[in-house]
C-alpha cells in the first residue's frame, strides 16, 4: 500500500479489535460515502452557481436530455425522477414559474400536456451541465481514464446487482 486514508486507519484500528471480523466491506463502502459527501458539495456548488436547485436540475435536465423539442410528458417526469405525481405537478408549477419550462397541450392527445424546456430553461440547464463536468472531473483528476472506465464498469456492476 503506497499511503494510508482515513478509512485504513478506522480499518486497522477494527482489525486490532475484532480480527474475528472481516472489514473489506468497510473499506470499499466507507470510502464510497466519504466520496459522496464530496460530490455532493461540488454539485451543490454547481447548483447553486447556476441558480438552480437539486430538483431544478433533475427536471430540466430530464427535459434537456430527451432532445429537441426538449418535450416530456408529466408521466415520463414522474419515470425519470422517482418523485410523486403531487410533487412533480408542485415543481412543474414552480419551474412555469420561473419560465424553465411551459406547458403545452399534446398534439396527439388534446386531453393530455406536454412539458417543455423554454429558451431560458436550456441556457441554464447547459450552464449547469458545463459547470457540473468540469467539476466532476476535478474530482476524479487522481485517476488516469483507464482507471477511471474501470471504476466505472464496477460501479455499474454493482448498481445492477441492486436492480435485479
Do not use: C, Y
Not at 20 to 45: G, T
Amino acid at each position: 500500500m503506497s499511503e494510508a486514508d482515513e478509512v485504513d486507519r478506522i480499518v486497522g484500528a477494527w482489525n486490532t479489535q475484532r480480527p474475528d471480523l472481516d472489514f473489506s466491506p468497510l473499506e470499499v463502502l466507507s470510502r464510497m460515502d466519504r466520496l459522496s459527501r464530496h460530490l455532493d458539495r461540488a454539485r451543490r456548488d454547481v447548483f447553486r452557481r447556476s441558480d438552480i436547485e437539486p430538483w431544478e436540475w433533475d427536471v430540466l435536465s430530464a427535459l434537456r436530455r430527451a432532445g429537441a423539442p426538449f418535450q416530456l410528458s408529466p408521466k415520463q417526469l414522474l419515470q425519470q425522477t422517482l418523485v410523486s405525481s403531487g410533487t412533480m405537478t408542485n415543481r412543474i408549477d414552480r419551474l412555469v414559474g420561473r419560465r424553465f419550462v411551459r406547458r403545452e397541450s399534446d398534439p396527439q392527445d388534446g386531453r393530455s400536456v406536454l412539458v417543455t424546456l423554454t429558451d431560458d430553461g436550456r441556457v441554464r440547464v447547459d450552464a449547469a451541465i458545463t459547470r457540473l463536468v468540469d467539476a466532476e472531473a476535478v474530482l476524479l483528476r487522481a485517476l488516469p481514464r483507464g482507471d477511471r472506465e474501470r471504476l466505472a464498469g464496477l460501479l455499474r456492476k454493482l448498481s445492477l446487482s441492486f436492480d435485479s
